[in-house]
């Protein structure tokens, strides 16, 4: 049976998983969300700068851009703001990994489909430092 467009339109709800974080201490937890299809083309497109046509990977806190736009309360509202990735870069990388992992999963993002949005692209990463990377 096909669904119908108001059907289809009125799917919106996204998978959700809760991350320990037992290095903030016990009982520590967050809320992971999907990324609405919106929000993915948006998280990709900051993955990906144009100079000219020169095409350049933006990995410069590409984690910590997907954790901001994932990260949930109780009630489903972000907890953090473009403002805070910066703050949220200067977590700790095994943190930082994790939340990413299931940022990653939950909105139904391969290992395969960000290598592939990263490749074909100039050597040099934009951004201040070149040891940011995927």
Known sequence: MLISREELLAATALPEETVDLPELGPDKQVRMRGLTGAQRDSWEASLIT??????????????????????????????????????????????????????LRVSGVTDDEVEELTKNSDDAPSGDSGSDSL
Do not use: H
């Open 50 to 103: 144009f100079k000219g046509n020169d095409r350049r990977v933006n990995a410069r806190n590409a984690r910590a851009r997907l954790i901001s736009m994932s990260a949930v309360d109780e009630q489903g509202k972000r907890l953090f703001s473009p403002a805070d990735i910066e703050a949220l870069g200067n977590l700790s990388a095994k943190i930082i990994q994790r939340l990413y992992e299931v940022a």
